[in-house]
């Protein structure tokens, strides 16, 4: 299975902020790497998927980079509803595996 | 509008069985595989295997072989998660899901809490 590590596992950003978290993959999967979002008590929401493309509805401030290992998603100009858990996941395979998630808190 | 509608929350004794739902509306059932993963308290996202409704093929996370068994029923768009001999740390919400690029869908979670 195809392992997916994620960082950090936690943050504290202000409002404004430019946040980044990375993922990186235990071996190349092209661009098969969606972000989600999560929220307690939720299902994971999608917010990037193919690792820059950006699922409909999501705000443009959230964007996508990476192929092969090291992938990326940046929060531009954090805002308060932007707080939750984001986990990196692989569709490299139909086997799927997540990253450990990054915890966003708002300062 | 595509839906992913999961069955209730469940309770039940170490050692019991406990069956999913997972009923899939708004697209075509056997064009995407359902996944279920699963989210202990406090914890990720755990891939646990996926099933392909078109032909039932099922295919396990290493994790989860043996104790899990996943179906899928044409006749009612509708996949299951079978779980037998529970213990206590299958105390979890249990999501079913679509994920193909865009189309990506969840349900709203399943909690199976273990407790004697």
């Known amino acids: 299975d195809i392992q997916l590590t994620q960082s950090p596992s936690s943050l504290s950003a202000s409002v404004g902020d430019r946040v980044t978290v990375t993922c990186r993959a235990g071996?190349?999967?092209?661009?098969?790497l969606n972000w989600y979002q999560q929220k307690p008590g939720k299902a994971p929401k999608l917010v990037i998927y193919?690792?820059?493309s950006l699922q409909s509805g999501v705000p443009s401030r959230f964007s996508g980079s990476g192929s092969g290992t090291d992938f990326t998603l940046t929060i531009n100009t954090l805002q308060p509803e932007d707080f939750g858990t984001y986990y990196c996941q692989q569709s490299y395979t139909a086997r799927l595996s997540f990253g450990g998630g990054t915890k966003v808190e708002i300062k | 509008e595509v839906q992913l509608g999961q069955s209730g929350t469940e309770v039940k004794k170490p050692g019991a069985t406990v069956k999913l739902s997972c009923k899939v509306s708004?697209?075509?059932?056997?064009?995407?595989?359902i996944h279920w993963v699963r989210q202990a308290p406090g914890k990720g996202l755990e891939w646990m295997g996926l099933?392909?409704?078109?032909?039932?093929?099922?295919t396990y996370a290493q994790n989860f072989e043996g104790r899990f068994t996943i179906t899928a029923d044409m006749s009612t768009d509708t996949a299951y998660m079978e779980l037998s001999s529970l213990r206590s740390d299958d105390t979890a919400i249990y999501f079913c899901?679509?994920?193909?690029?865009?189309?990506?869908?969840w349900g709203q979670g399943t909690l199976v809490t273990v407790s004697s």
């Open positions: 708004g697209y075509t059932f056997t064009d995407s595989y």
């Open positions: 071996q190349s999967i092209s661009r098969y």
């Open positions: 193919t690792a820059s």
């Open positions: 099933v392909e409704p078109e032909d039932g093929k099922v």
């Open positions: 899901a679509t994920i193909h690029d865009s189309h990506n869908y």
